[in-house]
């Protein structure tokens, strides 16, 4: 049965004050083991989702030897472990510094950047990311203060396609034709300074934070204004003695909501993973196709680039991987379908949101747009801007709603999962 019901009113806008806690982020890492039902979780930061083949196979050799041989990419590009022992930490850690994932455990937690995917693969970019990746990790690993910024707290590398540009990063860096836009800040700074202005940009957030007195973990908690966070930025910029110009804002949707979609891209090979959940046959047939690098996509895909690939040779590599589970087919709904780990994994799941959506696929094609799956009211992973949002309840079915789409709110009660395409059909506009 359908029952259409009212829809609480949202929150108000984070930043009309500012957040305060009680507690520092507990936000899991490498060093610091997040206890799940399945077993011990580790979330291991991947900047910008570039991985060497080595680097790869260690990662699948950790899972195998300490956890569920599974490995679940997040909606940032990094990686999960789970199904771990609890006293594994140490030699999850040796396994991850001999593969150079490791760089500094003091900053294991902050390297949160996602990068275009694409970029200086298919020419469609300004300017290649990657010389930027690598300057902001680096100086990331080496900054003291950069230390106390939050497991949450998240950079973008925008290679001016807009993709990802828009995934509600702290501090984004998008490529201009002779420069760099900051946000915040509001400006155009040369390329060179692209990675330091970053950085600038955090060190303004944590100031902030320590002279409000909050423990704010985003940009966003700090209860300023757009205003406000543009001319704290800019102070901090010009005492860092790093040129820049007022630029008007860019628009942040631009790109695709959804990155490269399966199949052959320019100088490689694009892969999604149903559900972000690797199993240990898909992740090595993913190593065993790749030259010398994956990259790990914020929407639970990989790029294989493979410059020169012949077209025979590329479909044999995807025939490969789509015989192994992978989605390979542009046309598939898989990447318009996200859901958190829900049961059993997790104790506060209302049900097995993964399997749910799973045996409903056909729900994706009903609204247009990506449609998530939540085990609970806290949509761990949620999508951000407008999607399909399906909610497990406590006493069983699921709310259905439109989520960041605008318009009226309405919410619909399915009794069931094969439920959830009506409900949808009877919300969309």
């Keep these: 049965m359908l029952t259409a019901m009212p829809m609480a009113a949202p929150p108000p806008s984070p930043q009309a004050a500012p957040v305060a806690r009680d507690r520092g982020d507990a936000c899991p890492g490498t060093l610091r083991l997040h206890a799940a039902d399945d077993g011990a979780l580790a979330r291991v930061r991947i900047p910008g989702g570039v991985l060497t083949v080595g680097q790869a196979r260690a990662l699948g050799a950790a899972a195998l030897r300490l956890g569920d041989g ?138 902030a934070a320590s002279a409000g007195g909050t423990r704010a973990w985003r940009m966003s908690e700090l209860g300023l204004s757009q205003d406000e966070l543009d001319a704290l930025v800019r102070r901090r910029l010009t005492e860092a003695g790093i040129g820049h110009l007022a630029h008007d804002a860019l628009p942040a949707n631009s790109g695709p909501a959804e990155g490269p979609a399966p199949g052959t891209v320019a100088n490689g090979l694009s892969v999604h993973v149903p559900l972000g959940r690797f199993s240990a046959a898909q992740w090595r047939e993913v190593t065993r196709t790749a030259r010398t690098e994956v990259r790990l996509t914020p929407w639970r895909g990989v790029v294989v680039p493979l410059p020169g690939l012949p077209a025979a040779e590329a479909d044999g590599l995807l025939a490969r991987l789509r015989s192994v589970g992978l989605v390979t087919d542009p046309a598939s709904p898989w990447p318009r379908v996200g859901a958190c780990v829900g049961r059993p994994g997790c104790a506060k799941a209302h049900a097995d949101v993964r399997a749910d959506a799973a045996r409903t696929l056909d729900a994706a094609a009903g609204p247009g747009l990506p449609l998530y799956w939540s085990g609970c009211e806290r949509r761990c992973g949620r999508l951000r801007g407008a999607h399909a949002d399906v909610v497990a309840a406590a006493g069983g079915g699921y709310r259905v709603a439109l989520a960041g789409a605008g318009g009226p709110a309405r919410t619909v009660e399915a009794d069931t999962p094969s439920q959830v395409s009506a409900a949808l059909a009877a919300i969309t506009p």
Excluded at 109 to 114: E, K, Y
Excluded at 119 to 128: E, F, H, K
Excluded at 149 to 176: K, M
């Design 70 to 207: 599974e490995l679940h990419l997040t909606s940032r590009g990094n990686v999960q472990l789970r199904g771990l022992g609890q006293t594994c930490g140490a030699e999850l850690a040796e396994l991850l510094t001999a593969a150079g994932l490791l760089p500094s455990p003091a900053h294991e937690r902050v390297r949160n950047i996602v990068a275009s995917p694409l970029s200086g693969l298919d020419g469609n970019g300004l300017r290649d990311v990657r010389t930027w990746l690598t300057e902001l990790d680096a100086a990331l690993c080496t900054n003291a203060a950069a230390r106390e910024l939050s497991g949450r707290f998240l950079f973008a590398l925008d290679d001016g396609r807009g993709d990802v540009a828009h995934l509600d990063a702290d501090v984004t860096v998008r490529a201009l034709g002779e420069g760099a836009h900051l946000v915040p800040g509001s400006v155009a700074v040369a390329p060179e300074d692209a990675a330091r202005a970053a950085l600038a940009a955090a060190e303004a957030f944590l100031a």
